[in-house]
């Protein structure tokens, strides 16, 4: 897996990033978020990456930081929401304020998303009401849930519910006096417990 490219930004067109990194010139689908987050053309800069690959289809998703990404794959966790159409929906919305419209369920600024329809809408709120975080309390902690929720969808859990168990035994409160490796296990542990 690339999880992130660092080089000089060669280009920005509609929805594609070309970024330069030593031999290499890379064309990366992004939202327009991304795009206007990112340094100027001849600028460096780092790209967090997803890889899409079907047997017909491989390509980059490029993002200018860790949280527009995890909203993205919260997205593609979304029955009948692609990579395209995701991407297409964080250039209509911020990341900060998308995440508000599931949280408020607010189906009219979704709806207002181009290629988001009111049904569409409706399925994203009732799929990730409750999961996201709002992008400015994320704690420090944030990477070490992502680490977990990675290793709980590699073991074949789905993205959404590992989301879930993990807040459920996060919120019990019980891992005050451990160390980090020590509450990782005890984590990993219950949320697999919740699981199965």
């Known amino acids: 897996m690339i999880h992130s490219l660092t080089g000089r930004i060669t280009g920005k067109r509609a929805a594609q990033l070309l970024l ?9 689908t992004a939202s327009q978020s991304t795009l206007s987050a990112l340094p100027e053309v001849g600028q460096e800069c780092r790209v967090y990456t997803y890889l899409h690959h079907r047997e017909d289809q491989f390509y980059l998703v490029g993002f200018a930081d860790e ?4 909203l993205f794959l919260d997205l593609i966790g979304v029955s009948g929401i692609g990579p395209k159409q995701a991407v297409r929906i964080l250039s209509g919305l911020s990341a900060k304020l998308l995440t508000e ?25 009732l799929a990730l009401k409750g999961t996201l975080v709002d992008q400015q ?17 590699q073991m074949g859990y789905d993205r959404q519910q590992v989301k879930r168990a ?24 219950e949320a697999i417990r919740l699981l199965s």
Not at 20 to 28: D, Q, T, V
Not at 67 to 70: D, F, S, V
Not at 105 to 118: C, R
Not at 137 to 153: K, M, N, P
């Open 20 to 28: 330069s990194s030593g031999p290499i010139e890379w064309a990366l």
């Open 166 to 189: 993990l807040q459920e035994v996060s919120s019990r409160g019980d891992t005050g006096e451990m160390d980090t490796s020590q509450r990782e296990a005890h984590l990993m542990k």
């Open 137 to 153: 309390q994320r704690s420090s902690g944030a990477s070490e849930s992502d680490d977990l929720v990675d290793a709980l969808v």
């Open 101 to 125: 419209a599931i949280t408020q369920e607010d189906i009219l600024t979704l709806s207002k998303v181009p290629g988001l329809g009111k049904k569409t809408a409706q399925k994203m709120i």
């Open 67 to 70: 949280q527009e990404k995890e």
